[in-house]
């Protein structure tokens, strides 16, 4: 039994590392376009959604600052939305919430975090981070 402790102490070591290590090449399945760069994290969500939700407490917790905007609250943020997504060549259709723009690069369908904090550090203009 101790055997086997030790075992398990050392894989986890192990693919804890790998893992680590990883981390920073990780591949982004959320796509990205770059359109007019800004200094700001925006993100757009519906009212009720919770990966919107989530999304907002990974934010707060990760302290990047950002500034939301609701689209069936504010049409014009919808607007708004739906001709950067046209820009960058995504569909309306393709759109899911919470979709972002970073400093001028459009991600839509929820990307992951790490995503969006590898957008902020590329593009260090403005004092988000």
């Excluded at 407490?57 to 001709?83: C, F, K, M, Q, W």
């Excluded at 960058?88 to 904090?117: W, Y």
């Amino acid at each position: 039994m101790k055997g086997k402790g030790i075992l398990y102490v050392v894989a986890i070591a192990f693919f804890g590392t790998v893992i680590y290590q990883g981390v920073g090449n990780l591949v982004i399945d959320n796509p990205a376009v770059k359109l007019t760069e800004h200094d700001q994290l925006i993100m757009y969500s519906i009212t009720g959604c919770e990966y919107c939700e989530v999304k907002r407490r990974e934010l707060e917790r990760a302290e990047i600052p950002y500034v939301e905007y609701v689209v069936d609250r504010h049409p014009s943020a919808g607007n708004e939305l739906t001709e950067k997504l046209s820009l960058a060549g995504f569909s309306s259709k393709e759109m899911g919430f919470p979709s972002f723009d970073v400093k001028g690069t459009i991600i839509p369908n929820n990307p992951p975090l790490i995503q969006i904090r590898k957008l902020i550090k590329e593009n260090p203009q403005s004092s988000m981070m």
